[in-house]
């Protein structure tokens, strides 16, 4: 079957702009988690969904980050006023009962 | 904090095998995985131990967990220029939570 999919693969923006990252999981996953990986650097955790809401933002680094997913299947990570520290590969990963996480092949976002 | 470490570069020739280590500081840690990122790609799950067992092998991999060093590690044997990629240690206490990653091995292969 499918896996997870992300979109845009690439994203290119300039400094102070708004971005917004798609996140399609696994069809029936109820736990979607997103993490940014820097360059040199492994995953680090943003936040995870359990169905609509965040079970855990813990790592959202500041209030520029906000994820949704209003529906429990696909999510929305948003940025808003783009730094270029913000520069990295969003990951996303989806995980049904009982089963490890998936991830997706990610987005990565240049911040110029 | 929960914290995992691994050395970040290894050299192995085609055919030998290679072993990655990594260490772990958070003891109610559960689940430990192995994941592998080739340029360009995602994350591919390799394998995964239970904080309970001591060994897995599957084909040519082997993981090894010492609980009470808190110490993995994963053994490639009859390493092929396809094992070419940065392997990343990481742990979780339980599958709701969120994994927690090393800085990942880059794996290089010599003739």
């Known amino acids: 079957g499918a896996g997870v999919s992300q979109t845009p693969s690439n994203k290119v923006t300039e400094k102070g702009k708004y971005v917004e990252l798609r996140c399609d999981p696994i069809s029936g996953h109820t736990a979607l988690y997103w993490y940014r990986q820097s360059l040199g650097q492994g995953p680090e955790f943003l936040i995870y969904f359990q169905g609509t809401g965040a079970a855990d933002d813990s790592g959202l680094p500041n209030d520029r980050f906000f994820a949704v997913r209003p529906e429990g299947s696909v999510s929305t990570l948003k940025i808003q006023r783009t730094e270029r520290g913000d520069s990295a590969v969003y990951l996303c990963?989806?995980?049904?009962?009982?089963?490890?996480?998936?991830f997706g092949p990610g987005t990565r976002l240049l911040v110029l | 904090g929960e914290d995992v470490e691994q050395s970040l570069f290894l050299s192995v020739r085609e055919g030998d095998s290679s072993v990655i280590n990594c260490t772990y500081t958070?003891?109610?840690?559960?689940?430990l995985y192995w994941y592998k990122q080739e340029p360009g790609a995602g994350l591919q799950l390799l394998t995964y131990?239970?904080?309970?067992?001591d060994m897995k092998q599957d084909q040519r991999l082997t993981v090894l967990l010492n609980k009470k060093d808190k110490h993995l590690s994963l053994r490639i044997a009859d390493t092929q220029t396809g094992d070419s990629a940065i392997y990343f240690c990481a742990e979780t206490p339980n599958r709701d939570d969120k994994i927690i990653f090393g800085k990942g091995t880059r794996l290089h292969i010599l003739p």
């Open positions: 990963a989806s995980r049904g009962a009982g089963e490890t996480q998936y």
């Open positions: 131990i239970f904080s309970n067992m």
């Open positions: 958070d003891s109610s840690s559960t689940y």
